[in-house]
């Protein structure tokens, strides 16, 4: 089998225990809950692969550790799961948040325009309010000028009727006195009418300057109240703006974390697979020792017979050597084939509708990347045999081993849920489950290895397709 980056455990001592347990900086930047859980998670990342750095473990602890490995995989799926939930409400938010602050763009800009507007007719009508008092000046002065002229004209009159006879004596007829006494009566008519007029002039100008500035009065306070609607609504805008930079700090945030955890399972994955090698080594020891074990029964059972039978035991003895001699003679002439020749085309392609998506070992991988008609696709065993071993790992799905024959197994990566079970027999073309247990992997595909076996139990992968 192939080991893995992580084959050789996280180091022993107090350094590597610190390295491994110490969090990053970007952690600092979460609430406090959230920090407990991932230094939990931690925590038991360590603890789960400390024994590998302290000797050789059993395989009790080696499923220990599988278990442990297990379950710290599920803590971390569901925290991706919470992770991305998160995030889809932190850009929800974001997004209404942005939405908000347009509209309060949008707002203040038309409040801009308004105030604009009526600043400029503010200006326009202080113009004509400004030519109207300058108009009501000149008129007030020419008003005064008559005044002072018809105030002439009385006095003048006044001296008249004080020496009333003085201007009969000086006439020289009385056609000549009357002309004159009617002249100065429509001297003095005509100066009032024209006061007269200027008074209404001036009367209708002021009147038409109150009306301006009452105008202007209203379009000031219509202009200030434009401008406190533009310092709330621009302190709304503030408000929305810090908001939107705290939710993508906590985005950025979150997509650190997330970026962390998935680091932290492809991992985990690394490490499960050396773990999985180590389990299949001690799988084959105890196998080998159960072998030997029974040999050596085997032999004692002999020796006893060897014991009641002197001659049967020497015919028995004779023909075990013969048969071993034979063995052993087979066994020398043995060699294990590249390719079995008895299943080669033998087996059946095991996803249905689907093809081959990567071939086997691109980029050093030891499987075949199996590509599904659609997610869920089927599974189907590949050849007779039986199920061997059904191990679920959070990232990749459930795992099916089935063993076909002494020298060839087929193992199927990415089972959403099985269908069968450890020790069932399979036939070829059985559904045995379908493609998308594992988040690693998509849900429409499939890692696919064909295992070859030697006579000690030693195991290698190999090209599968050059079985089908």
Known sequence: MRQGPGGRGRGSGKGGFEATTRPPRSWLLLPKPIQQILWMLVLVGAIGFQPWALGQPSLNELQQQAEQNRRLQ???????????????NLDAATQQQLAELRRLEAEITRLERERTELTRQIDLLEGQKKQAEARIASLQKELQGLRERLSALLQSLHRERAGRYLPILRAESFTDLSVRSKW??????????????IKNTVRQLDEERIRLGLLVDTLTERRAERQQRITALAQNRQTVQLTVANLR??????????????????QLRVELNVLQGRIAAELRRI?????????????????ERRQRE????????????REEAARRE????????SVPREVVGALQFPVRGGRVAEAYGFQGNDWQTLQGAEASSPIVAAADGVVIDSLFIANLGYTLTIR??????????NVLEPRVSVGQRVGQGQVIGFTGGGVLIPNDQMWFRVIVIDNNGNFRYVDPSRYY
């Not at 599920?74 to 889809?88: C, E, H, K, V, Y």
């Not at 087979?330 to 084939?337: A, D, N, Q």
């Open 74 to 88: 599920q803590l971390q799926q569901q925290r991706i799961a919470q992770l991305n939930r998160d995030l889809a």
């Open 184 to 197: 100065v009566g429509v001297l003095g008519q005509h100066q009032t009418d024209l006061m007269d007029r």
């Open 249 to 266: 700090q906590q985005q950025a945030g979150r997509q650190v974390i997330l970026r962390e955890t998935l680091q932290a399972q492809a």
């Open 287 to 303: 196998a080998e020792e159960r072998r030997r074990a029974e040999e050596e029964r085997r032999r004692r059972e002999a020796e």
């Open 310 to 321: 002197l001659q049967a035991q020497r015919e028995l003895q004779a023909r075990r050597q």
């Open 330 to 337: 087979r066994e020398t002439m043995r060699e294990l084939p």
């Open 404 to 413: 076909h024959s002494d020298q060839i197994a087929t193992q199927y990566v």
